[in-house]
């Protein structure tokens, strides 16, 4: 006989909404309600800017990222300028392109990457 195993889950519930102002003078908010956390950033080139420059360093990035989310029972939704661009963490269904990736728990669409892509060739950094 074995010992079930533990559930490794420590749900929260989070509130409140931050303000935060980066060194380009872009406002990025970040809202948070329940188990519901809202990122907005104004333009891509600020998002671009939030993490890694390598791909690899990104994506190990994001995977870690989403593998705390789940643990604490949180999803995150992210805006760019106003349109959803990515949402991952617990709850969230994996999209194709996810999948693709290897990264579980993640609404990511390929408008989102090619998006993203243009932002950076046209040197909106």
């Given at each position: 006989?074995?010992?079930?195993k533990?559930d490794?889950?420590?749900?929260?519930?989070?509130?409140?909404?931050?303000?935060?102002?980066?060194?380009?003078?872009?406002?990025?908010?970040?809202?948070?309600?329940?188990?519901?956390?809202?990122?907005?950033?104004?333009?891509?080139?600020?998002?671009?800017?939030?993490?890694?420059?390598?791909?690899?360093?990104?994506?190990?990035?994001?995977?870690?990222t989403i593998?705390?989310?789940?643990?604490?029972?949180?999803?995150?939704?992210?805006?760019?300028?106003?349109?959803?661009?990515l949402?991952?963490?617990?709850?969230?269904?994996?999209t194709?392109l996810?999948?693709?990736?290897?990264?579980?728990?993640?609404?990511?669409?390929?408008?989102?990457?090619?998006?993203?892509?243009?932002?950076?060739?046209?040197?909106?950094?």
């Amino acid at each position: 006989m074995t010992a079930p195993k533990p559930d490794t889950r420590l749900p929260v519930s989070v509130h409140g909404d931050l303000r935060v102002d980066s060194p380009s003078g872009a406002t990025l908010r970040l809202l948070a309600d329940g188990h519901q956390l809202f990122l907005a950033v104004p333009r891509w080139a600020e998002l671009d800017r939030l993490g890694p420059q390598s791909m690899m360093a990104r994506r190990r990035a994001l995977v870690d990222t989403i593998r705390h989310l789940r643990t604490l029972g949180l999803a995150m939704t992210i805006d760019v300028a106003g349109r959803r661009v990515l949402g991952i963490g617990d709850g969230v269904k994996t999209t194709l392109l996810a999948r693709m990736l290897g990264i579980r728990s993640a609404d990511l669409r390929f408008s989102t990457v090619v998006n993203a892509l243009k932002a950076r060739a046209s040197g909106s950094r």
